[in-house]
Protein backbone atom coordinates (compact mmCIF):
# COMPACT_ATOMS: atom_id res chain seq x y z
CA UNK A 1 0.00 0.00 0.00
CA UNK A 2 1.62 3.25 -1.42
CA UNK A 3 0.53 6.56 0.71
CA UNK A 4 1.21 9.95 -0.83
CA UNK A 5 2.16 12.91 1.89
CA UNK A 6 3.53 16.34 2.01
CA UNK A 7 6.52 17.44 3.42
CA UNK A 8 8.62 20.83 3.85
CA UNK A 9 11.97 20.46 5.15
CA UNK A 10 12.46 23.61 7.94
CA UNK A 11 14.43 22.64 11.36
CA UNK A 12 11.39 25.13 13.19
CA UNK A 13 8.90 23.09 11.40
CA UNK A 14 7.29 20.79 13.78
CA UNK A 15 5.17 19.49 10.86
CA UNK A 16 8.62 18.40 8.92
CA UNK A 17 10.13 16.43 12.18
CA UNK A 18 7.21 14.18 12.61
CA UNK A 19 6.40 13.56 8.88
CA UNK A 20 10.73 12.71 9.26
CA UNK A 21 10.13 10.53 11.91
CA UNK A 22 6.76 8.70 10.51
CA UNK A 23 9.18 7.72 7.11
CA UNK A 24 11.92 6.34 9.68
CA UNK A 25 8.96 4.60 10.94
CA UNK A 26 7.79 3.15 8.03
CA UNK A 27 11.53 2.10 6.61
CA UNK A 28 12.73 0.49 10.15
CA UNK A 29 9.19 -1.29 10.89
CA UNK A 30 8.78 -5.15 9.86
CA UNK A 31 5.57 -6.73 9.27
CA UNK A 32 3.75 -3.52 7.50
CA UNK A 33 3.18 -3.27 4.36
CA UNK A 34 2.93 0.20 3.73
CA UNK A 35 5.26 2.57 2.06
CA UNK A 36 5.45 6.37 1.93
CA UNK A 37 6.22 9.04 -0.55
CA UNK A 38 7.10 11.92 0.77
CA UNK A 39 6.54 15.21 -1.58
CA UNK A 40 8.52 18.73 -1.42
CA UNK A 41 7.48 21.52 -4.25
CA UNK A 42 10.59 23.81 -4.80
CA UNK A 43 10.37 27.40 -5.78
CA UNK A 44 11.93 27.08 -8.59
CA UNK A 45 11.24 28.75 -12.39
CA UNK A 46 12.55 25.47 -14.32
CA UNK A 47 10.03 22.38 -13.57
CA UNK A 48 11.79 20.03 -12.20
CA UNK A 49 11.40 16.13 -11.02
CA UNK A 50 13.82 14.53 -9.09
CA UNK A 51 13.25 10.62 -6.98
CA UNK A 52 15.24 9.57 -3.50
CA UNK A 53 14.13 6.17 -2.59
CA UNK A 54 15.42 3.90 -0.05
CA UNK A 55 13.55 0.84 1.10
CA UNK A 56 10.23 2.18 2.22
CA UNK A 57 10.54 5.45 1.44
CA UNK A 58 11.13 7.66 -0.97
CA UNK A 59 11.37 11.55 -1.29
CA UNK A 60 9.95 13.49 -4.66
CA UNK A 61 11.08 17.08 -5.15
CA UNK A 62 9.32 18.71 -7.82
CA UNK A 63 10.50 22.19 -9.33
CA UNK A 64 7.87 25.11 -9.61
CA UNK A 65 6.60 28.23 -9.00
CA UNK A 66 5.39 28.87 -5.61
CA UNK A 67 3.94 32.60 -5.38
CA UNK A 68 3.99 34.42 -2.55
CA UNK A 69 0.75 33.56 -0.04
CA UNK A 70 0.98 37.13 1.42
CA UNK A 71 1.11 38.56 -1.73
CA UNK A 72 -1.65 36.60 -3.50
CA UNK A 73 -4.20 37.09 -0.49
CA UNK A 74 -3.70 40.53 -0.38
CA UNK A 75 -4.41 41.30 -3.88
CA UNK A 76 -7.24 38.55 -4.22
CA UNK A 77 -11.15 39.06 -3.61
CA UNK A 78 -11.61 35.52 -2.77
CA UNK A 79 -10.19 32.34 -3.16
CA UNK A 80 -11.15 31.20 -6.37
CA UNK A 81 -8.59 34.00 -7.51
CA UNK A 82 -6.17 32.09 -4.65
CA UNK A 83 -6.59 28.91 -6.18
CA UNK A 84 -6.13 30.37 -9.61
CA UNK A 85 -2.68 31.83 -8.54
CA UNK A 86 -1.57 28.65 -7.56
CA UNK A 87 -3.05 26.39 -10.51
CA UNK A 88 1.01 25.72 -11.39
CA UNK A 89 1.35 23.77 -7.45
CA UNK A 90 -1.92 21.82 -7.49
CA UNK A 91 -0.81 20.57 -10.98
CA UNK A 92 2.85 20.09 -9.78
CA UNK A 93 0.97 17.36 -6.79
CA UNK A 94 -1.05 16.50 -9.78
CA UNK A 95 1.94 15.16 -11.49
CA UNK A 96 3.35 13.46 -8.23
CA UNK A 97 -0.17 11.49 -7.73
CA UNK A 98 -0.30 10.34 -11.04
CA UNK A 99 3.86 9.15 -11.39
CA UNK A 100 3.33 7.25 -8.13
CA UNK A 101 0.13 6.11 -7.89
CA UNK A 102 -0.59 6.37 -4.05
CA UNK A 103 -3.35 4.36 -3.06
CA UNK A 104 -4.13 7.33 0.01
CA UNK A 105 -2.74 10.95 0.32
CA UNK A 106 -1.75 11.81 4.13
CA UNK A 107 -2.60 15.41 3.62
CA UNK A 108 -0.24 17.40 6.81
CA UNK A 109 -1.64 20.71 7.75
CA UNK A 110 -4.16 22.63 6.41
CA UNK A 111 -1.99 25.92 4.92
CA UNK A 112 -1.86 26.32 1.22
CA UNK A 113 -0.09 24.01 0.24
CA UNK A 114 -1.58 21.28 1.73
CA UNK A 115 -4.67 22.71 0.31
CA UNK A 116 -3.27 22.29 -3.26
CA UNK A 117 -2.63 18.46 -2.10
CA UNK A 118 -5.83 18.31 -1.39
CA UNK A 119 -7.36 20.05 -4.22
CA UNK A 120 -4.77 17.55 -6.21
CA UNK A 121 -5.96 14.47 -4.47
CA UNK A 122 -9.76 15.24 -5.54
CA UNK A 123 -8.60 16.23 -9.35
CA UNK A 124 -7.12 12.57 -9.59
CA UNK A 125 -9.99 10.68 -7.24
CA UNK A 126 -7.36 9.95 -4.44
CA UNK A 127 -8.94 9.59 -0.66
CA UNK A 128 -7.41 11.57 1.70
CA UNK A 129 -7.02 11.84 5.31
CA UNK A 130 -5.84 14.85 7.34
CA UNK A 131 -3.45 14.94 10.38
CA UNK A 132 -4.30 18.65 11.23
CA UNK A 133 -1.39 20.65 12.06
CA UNK A 134 -2.17 24.03 13.00
CA UNK A 135 -5.47 25.41 12.66
CA UNK A 136 -5.43 27.98 10.12
CA UNK A 137 -8.13 30.53 11.44
CA UNK A 138 -5.51 30.83 14.35
CA UNK A 139 -2.79 31.20 12.71
CA UNK A 140 -3.33 34.28 11.01
CA UNK A 141 -5.36 35.77 13.32
CA UNK A 142 -3.42 39.09 12.64
CA UNK A 143 -4.37 39.44 9.24
CA UNK A 144 -6.97 41.44 7.64
CA UNK A 145 -10.54 40.74 7.85
CA UNK A 146 -11.05 39.96 3.84
CA UNK A 147 -7.53 38.03 3.93
CA UNK A 148 -8.66 36.32 7.23
CA UNK A 149 -12.45 34.95 5.46
CA UNK A 150 -10.59 33.77 2.71
CA UNK A 151 -7.91 31.53 4.89
CA UNK A 152 -11.12 30.42 6.77
CA UNK A 153 -12.99 29.43 3.31
CA UNK A 154 -9.38 27.73 2.13
CA UNK A 155 -9.55 25.70 5.83
CA UNK A 156 -13.18 24.85 5.38
CA UNK A 157 -12.38 23.08 2.06
CA UNK A 158 -10.67 20.43 4.29
CA UNK A 159 -14.39 19.79 5.82
CA UNK A 160 -15.45 16.45 4.22
CA UNK A 161 -18.07 13.98 5.03
CA UNK A 162 -15.82 10.71 4.77
CA UNK A 163 -12.55 12.35 5.54
CA UNK A 164 -10.49 10.77 8.50
CA UNK A 165 -9.09 13.16 10.82
CA UNK A 166 -6.27 12.81 12.80
CA UNK A 167 -5.88 15.31 15.68
CA UNK A 168 -2.81 15.75 17.76
CA UNK A 169 -5.50 17.22 20.42
CA UNK A 170 -8.52 17.39 22.11
CA UNK A 171 -7.77 21.16 21.77
CA UNK A 172 -7.12 20.85 18.29
CA UNK A 173 -10.55 18.77 17.72
CA UNK A 174 -12.82 21.10 20.06
CA UNK A 175 -11.65 24.20 17.95
CA UNK A 176 -12.17 22.97 14.79
CA UNK A 177 -15.17 21.38 15.15
CA UNK A 178 -17.12 24.72 17.23
CA UNK A 179 -14.55 27.66 15.00
CA UNK A 180 -14.22 26.31 12.18
CA UNK A 181 -16.25 23.42 10.80
CA UNK A 182 -18.71 24.63 12.92
CA UNK A 183 -20.08 21.07 13.55
CA UNK A 184 -19.06 17.74 14.85
CA UNK A 185 -16.06 15.55 12.23
CA UNK A 186 -17.68 11.89 11.70
CA UNK A 187 -14.35 10.07 11.80
CA UNK A 188 -11.56 11.12 13.65
CA UNK A 189 -8.89 9.82 16.45
CA UNK A 190 -6.58 12.37 18.84
CA UNK A 191 -3.14 10.79 18.38
CA UNK A 192 -0.23 13.09 19.97
CA UNK A 193 2.94 13.47 18.50
CA UNK A 194 5.92 10.95 19.48
CA UNK A 195 8.82 11.78 21.14
CA UNK A 196 11.86 10.44 19.50
CA UNK A 197 14.21 8.58 21.11
CA UNK A 198 17.52 10.55 20.92
CA UNK A 199 15.87 12.81 23.39
CA UNK A 200 15.65 10.07 26.48
CA UNK A 201 19.29 9.76 25.49
CA UNK A 202 21.53 9.73 29.21
CA UNK A 203 23.44 13.07 29.29
CA UNK A 204 25.03 15.35 32.27
CA UNK A 205 22.65 18.22 32.71
CA UNK A 206 24.77 21.35 32.82
CA UNK A 207 23.75 23.37 35.59
CA UNK A 208 23.05 26.70 33.51
CA UNK A 209 21.01 30.27 34.14
CA UNK A 210 19.78 29.73 30.35
CA UNK A 211 16.10 29.93 29.36
CA UNK A 212 15.57 28.29 26.07
CA UNK A 213 12.71 29.27 23.53
CA UNK A 214 12.49 27.56 20.10
CA UNK A 215 9.98 28.95 18.08
CA UNK A 216 8.56 29.88 14.30
CA UNK A 217 8.89 33.96 14.52
CA UNK A 218 5.42 34.56 14.36
CA UNK A 219 2.09 36.58 16.13
CA UNK A 220 0.24 33.23 17.38
CA UNK A 221 3.75 31.71 19.18
CA UNK A 222 3.40 34.85 21.09
CA UNK A 223 6.73 36.17 20.14
CA UNK A 224 6.04 39.45 21.45
CA UNK A 225 5.83 37.81 24.94
CA UNK A 226 9.77 36.89 24.22
CA UNK A 227 10.54 39.99 24.10
CA UNK A 228 8.46 41.10 26.73
CA UNK A 229 11.25 38.92 28.68
CA UNK A 230 14.26 39.44 27.64
CA UNK A 231 13.81 43.16 28.42
CA UNK A 232 12.48 42.46 31.71
CA UNK A 233 15.30 40.32 32.19
CA UNK A 234 17.82 42.85 30.72
CA UNK A 235 15.85 45.63 33.57
CA UNK A 236 16.61 43.04 36.18
CA UNK A 237 20.30 43.04 35.16
CA UNK A 238 20.77 39.97 33.12
CA UNK A 239 20.09 37.39 35.80
CA UNK A 240 19.46 35.04 32.91
CA UNK A 241 20.34 34.46 29.30
CA UNK A 242 17.13 34.23 26.62
CA UNK A 243 18.07 31.81 23.80
CA UNK A 244 15.95 31.74 20.87
CA UNK A 245 16.13 29.33 18.00
CA UNK A 246 13.71 30.78 15.50
CA UNK A 247 13.43 31.71 11.68
CA UNK A 248 13.77 35.76 12.07
CA UNK A 249 16.42 36.75 9.45
CA UNK A 250 19.49 38.29 10.88
CA UNK A 251 18.82 41.45 8.42
CA UNK A 252 15.26 41.92 9.62
CA UNK A 253 15.06 45.17 11.84
CA UNK A 254 13.54 43.31 15.32
CA UNK A 255 16.23 40.65 14.94
CA UNK A 256 18.61 43.73 15.30
CA UNK A 257 16.87 45.68 17.98
CA UNK A 258 16.67 42.00 20.41
CA UNK A 259 19.89 40.74 19.42
CA UNK A 260 20.73 43.43 22.25
CA UNK A 261 19.10 41.51 24.88
CA UNK A 262 18.33 38.26 23.44
CA UNK A 263 20.74 35.66 22.16
CA UNK A 264 19.46 34.39 18.61
CA UNK A 265 20.19 30.63 17.35
CA UNK A 266 20.19 29.45 13.98
CA UNK A 267 17.56 26.43 14.06
CA UNK A 268 19.06 23.51 14.42
CA UNK A 269 17.54 19.73 13.09
CA UNK A 270 16.31 17.71 15.53
CA UNK A 271 19.00 15.73 17.30
CA UNK A 272 20.97 18.97 17.63
CA UNK A 273 17.89 20.15 20.00
CA UNK A 274 18.49 17.80 22.14
CA UNK A 275 21.46 19.26 23.38
CA UNK A 276 19.99 22.56 22.90
CA UNK A 277 17.52 21.51 25.52
CA UNK A 278 19.83 20.01 27.55
CA UNK A 279 22.17 23.03 27.79
CA UNK A 280 18.60 25.37 29.10
CA UNK A 281 17.83 25.53 32.88
CA UNK A 282 14.18 25.85 31.52
CA UNK A 283 12.47 26.17 27.94
CA UNK A 284 9.24 28.07 27.52
CA UNK A 285 6.29 28.10 25.16
CA UNK A 286 4.10 31.07 25.15
CA UNK A 287 1.91 30.54 22.11
CA UNK A 288 -1.40 31.89 22.29
CA UNK A 289 -2.76 28.55 20.42
CA UNK A 290 -1.20 25.78 19.35
CA UNK A 291 -2.16 22.34 18.38
CA UNK A 292 -0.09 20.60 19.88
CA UNK A 293 3.84 21.55 20.73
CA UNK A 294 6.60 19.04 20.22
CA UNK A 295 9.16 21.36 21.35
CA UNK A 296 8.05 21.19 25.19
CA UNK A 297 7.78 17.47 25.26
CA UNK A 298 11.23 17.14 23.41
CA UNK A 299 12.45 19.28 26.16
CA UNK A 300 10.98 17.10 29.65
CA UNK A 301 11.99 14.02 27.77
CA UNK A 302 15.97 15.70 27.76
CA UNK A 303 15.37 16.26 31.38
CA UNK A 304 14.87 19.75 31.46
CA UNK A 305 12.01 21.49 32.69
CA UNK A 306 9.72 23.23 30.43
CA UNK A 307 6.90 25.69 30.88
CA UNK A 308 3.94 25.78 28.43
CA UNK A 309 0.80 27.97 27.76
CA UNK A 310 -2.89 26.04 28.67
CA UNK A 311 -3.85 27.22 25.06
CA UNK A 312 -1.44 24.08 23.69
CA UNK A 313 -2.58 20.67 22.99
CA UNK A 314 0.37 19.60 24.76
CA UNK A 315 -0.71 20.76 28.19
CA UNK A 316 -3.18 17.74 27.61
CA UNK A 317 0.24 15.56 27.74
CA UNK A 318 1.81 17.38 30.68
CA UNK A 319 -1.52 16.80 32.66
CA UNK A 320 -1.41 13.02 31.91
CA UNK A 321 2.07 13.08 33.09
CA UNK A 322 1.37 14.72 36.47
CA UNK A 323 3.10 18.28 35.33
CA UNK A 324 0.20 20.54 35.91
CA UNK A 325 2.95 22.84 37.98
CA UNK A 326 4.32 23.16 34.84
CA UNK A 327 1.18 24.80 32.68
CA UNK A 328 0.91 28.20 33.40
CA UNK A 329 -0.72 31.21 31.93
CA UNK A 330 1.45 33.68 29.78
CA UNK A 331 -0.10 37.45 30.95
CA UNK A 332 1.95 38.30 33.65
CA UNK A 333 5.66 38.78 32.74
CA UNK A 334 6.73 38.94 36.14
CA UNK A 335 4.61 35.48 37.30
CA UNK A 336 6.39 34.30 34.39
CA UNK A 337 9.66 35.06 35.28
CA UNK A 338 9.53 33.80 39.28
CA UNK A 339 8.17 30.77 38.22
CA UNK A 340 11.20 30.52 35.73
CA UNK A 341 13.58 31.69 38.52
CA UNK A 342 12.06 28.47 41.01
CA UNK A 343 12.53 25.81 38.02
CA UNK A 344 16.59 26.50 37.41
CA UNK A 345 17.93 23.70 38.52
CA UNK A 346 15.41 21.31 38.82
CA UNK A 347 15.92 18.35 36.52
CA UNK A 348 12.39 16.39 35.59
CA UNK A 349 12.06 13.34 37.33
CA UNK A 350 12.79 10.13 36.01
CA UNK A 351 9.29 8.31 36.69
CA UNK A 352 8.07 11.10 34.20
CA UNK A 353 10.81 9.95 31.49
CA UNK A 354 9.47 6.20 31.89
CA UNK A 355 6.02 7.09 31.32
CA UNK A 356 7.22 9.26 28.35
CA UNK A 357 8.54 6.07 26.64
CA UNK A 358 5.80 3.89 27.70
CA UNK A 359 3.14 6.28 26.03
CA UNK A 360 4.73 8.34 23.22
CA UNK A 361 7.18 6.30 21.41
CA UNK A 362 7.52 6.48 17.56
CA UNK A 363 6.60 2.73 17.73
CA UNK A 364 3.52 3.08 19.49
CA UNK A 365 1.93 6.77 17.64
CA UNK A 366 3.23 5.66 14.61
CA UNK A 367 1.47 1.96 14.64
CA UNK A 368 -1.35 3.85 15.29
CA UNK A 369 -1.64 6.25 12.37
CA UNK A 370 -0.72 3.39 10.30
CA UNK A 371 -3.57 1.74 11.54
CA UNK A 372 -5.44 4.27 10.44
CA UNK A 373 -4.27 4.76 6.86
CA UNK A 374 -4.33 1.16 6.45
CA UNK A 375 -8.12 0.81 6.78
CA UNK A 376 -9.06 4.07 5.23
CA UNK A 377 -8.03 2.68 1.92
Known sequence: MKV??????????????????????IEKSKGNDLNIVAVTLLDKSKKTYKKVTTKKT???????????????????????????????????????????????????????????????SERENVPAVLHYHGVLMKEVSTWGKRQRKIFLDMERCFDKKNMFYIFPSEITKKVVEKEVFKHKVKKSAVIPNP??????????????????????????????????????????GNKFVVNVITDLDKNNKTYKKLSKV???HKPKNNKELASFYKSMGVVISPSHFETYGNVAKECIASGTPAMVSCNMGVSETFNNLGLGDWIINFDSVKLVYD???????????????????????????????????????
Open 195 to 236: VSAHFFEENNQVETRNIGIVSRWTGIKNVAFCETLANYNNKK
Open 339 to 377: KIDSLMGETVNTEVKARMKELYTPYIIFSQISSILISEV
Open 58 to 120: STVSIGVEIPNIAEVVNKAKNLAEVKKAYEKVISAYQLAIKKEKPDLILVNGTYFMPWCLLLA
Open 4 to 25: LTNIKFAHTAGIAQVVLSFMDF
Open 262 to 264: ITF
